[in-house]
């Protein structure tokens, strides 16, 4: 019989005893693996909508910070306004290379004139660098008077053949790539579509769509290579009166710190949690190295050595530490994909679900901890038992 | 056996009750037909054809409890992965749920079956394993 036979028939033999290792083993995996792959699912998200807008500067009126970033990172809609005139000041400021508008607009929820309560986003095509060059790779054209693409969540109702916006028909000519953020939500026309739009819905929507003359919501800038975006930011501050500017490494921060308190108190929890069930997990195996001393004290007599005693109680917390560790990764990781968007709206955090590779590695490395954990907590016991007389074992 | 039974009648109460509570028709929505009339959308029927899978479910899961013979544990243990394959099949292909991604239908009914078929049809497996082990 080998040492991983001995072990094996160990752990059945005991089914109570290890039903309570694996299942500690299982939730605290499951646990720390969730938490885990949640703050790395919504630190992905944030910087994946950051190399999505592609701006170094976003610039929005002031005050409207949290207000702009919440709508971008979890589709609320917004109405902010600032005067158009900021562009040609944020364009002439020295380290700017290229400036563009945006506007921010909203559907309405339950009205008849409109398909659903979106975040509608209408960019300028001739200056616009965020959307445009996704659409001529995509695409290979650029959206006209009436079409619109959306994001990777934006469908046309069922039977319908297009979008209703302020009873205005919008043609869906295609889905942008999931980002985990409100912007999957989000409809991204032209500004010539929003005004179509606009005028259309004095006649046919419930309410008419509002857009302040020569006003836009925010503009995004870039910057010429060398330039420090921070500097630009603060420069853009001081020129043009009545505006905020982010630069691109200060944006999403009220989400940053979000994440970040939200890492530290669940890894607190989950910290005590790990030790106590660690500490169940060393009492059970020195429980059962108690209740077979006789057993391994018949096995040192028939010539097992310390260290093969020692190997046999190891490789059966090992077993129950993979087979818990595993069971738990997998668990957790099958419980957060399809529970994606019930986080995003309880969490208020937006999540992208990593990748694959990325899956294997954070689940190689929860494991990996799983097994050092299980290890540490058995080790004690483990030497007490193999170290004692096999004459004095037997006796007992 | 006791304990992937536990598991699979605790599994049959979640796959029953639950969709219940996350359909939009309970939330008080439903479709409007061109006379005016209102129907209950896909995601009220698959909680209603959740029942009907969750309640031979909850049989299986209670016989596994107290049988012993192998042959009738191998058999139960197949029906119940079988009916956890139907538990994922009617949000994702037999009936279908909401189109809005953020309907409750959408947000827990659906992962909700689809994990609780899951764990099913592995517990089922698991206790199709063991019944080779079983005594006669």
């Known amino acids: 019989m080998t040492l991983l036979q001995l072990a094996w028939k160990n752990v059945v033999g005991s089914a109570f005893r290890s039903w309570i290792v694996f299942l500690c083993v299982l939730v605290v995996t499951a646990l720390l693996f969730s938490t885990v792959l949640v703050i790395r699912g919504a630190q992905d998200s944030l910087r994946l909508v950051q190399q999505r807008l592609g701006a170094d500067v976003v610039v929005v009126p002031e005050g409207t910070e949290t207000q702009v970033e919440t709508a971008l990172l979890m589709g609320q809609p917004v109405a902010v306004w ?107 026309f032209t500004f010539e579509t929003a005004r179509e739009v606009a005028q259309v819905s004095r006649t046919k929507a419930v309410r008419p769509l509002e857009i302040p003359s020569d006003s836009i919501s925010a503009a995004l800038a870039r910057v010429v290579p060398g330039a420090d975006p921070r500097l630009v930011a603060l420069q853009i501050v001081h020129d043009v009166p009545g505006v905020a500017a982010i630069p691109s490494s200060g944006l999403f921060q009220t989400f940053h710190r979000q994440i970040s308190g939200l890492l530290r108190s669940v890894l607190a929890i989950l910290g005590i949690t790990s030790v106590l069930s660690l500490v169940l997990v060393g009492l059970v195996f020195s429980m059962a190295a108690n209740e077979r001393r006789r057993e391994t004290g018949v096995m040192r007599a028939l010539g097992a050595t310390h260290g093969a005693v020692l190997r046999s109680l190891l490789a059966e917390a090992i077993i129950l530490a993979f087979g818990g560790g595993i069971t738990g990764i997998l668990l957790a990781a099958l419980a957060i994909y399809l529970f994606r968007n019930l986080i995003v709206l309880s969490l208020g955090l937006s999540f992208l679900f990593p990748s694959f590779p990325s899956l294997v590695a954070l689940g190689g490395g929860g494991l990996v901890l799983a097994l050092a954990g299980v290890t540490l907590a058995v080790l004690p016991p483990a030497l007490r038992t193999c170290r004692q007389d096999p004459a004095v074992a037997m006796r007992e | ?118 764990l099913v049809i592995s517990v089922s497996l698991v206790g199709l394993v063991i019944s080779r082990r079983s005594v006669e």
Not at chain 1, 137 to 142: A, F, K, R, V, Y
Not at chain 2, 30 to 40: D, K, M, Y
Request: negative net charge; proline residues 6%; contains cysteine.
């Open chain 1, 82 to 188: 600032m005067p158009r005139e900021n562009l040609d000041r944020i364009a002439g400021i020295p380290g700017v290379a290229i400036v563009t508008p945006q506007l921010y607009l909203a559907s309405l929820a339950n009205a008849p004139c409109c398909s659903a309560e979106m975040f509608l986003m209408a960019f300028d095509p001739q200056t616009d660098f965020t959307i445009t060059p996704w659409l001529s790779q995509n695409l290979g054209h650029e959206l006209g008077l009436g079409e619109a693409i959306g994001g990777s969540d934006v469908f046309v109702p069922y039977g319908e053949e297009n979008i209703r916006i302020y009873g205005y028909e919008i043609d869906l000519s295609g889905n942008l790539e999931r980002t985990g953020t409100g912007l999957d939500t989000a409809l991204f």
């Open chain 2, 1 to 118: 056996m006791k304990i992937p039974a536990v598991l699979i009648v605790i599994l049959a109460i979640l796959i029953g009750t639950l969709p219940y509570f996350f359909n939009c028709q309970y939330d008080g929505k439903a479709l409007t037909l061109e006379n005016g009339r209102q129907v209950p959308m896909k995601c009220y029927w698959t909680a209603q054809a959740s029942l009907a899978v969750a309640v031979p479910l909850l049989v299986v899961g209670l016989l596994i409890a107290f049988s012993r013979q192998k042959e009738t544990l191998r058999a139960l243990a197949l029906v119940g992965a079988i009916l956890g394959i139907m538990v994922i099949l009617l949000p994702t292909r037999l009936i279908g749920v909401c189109q809005h991604p953020g309907a409750s239908c959408n947000l827990v009914m659906k992962p909700a079956l689809i994990f609780a078929g899951s």
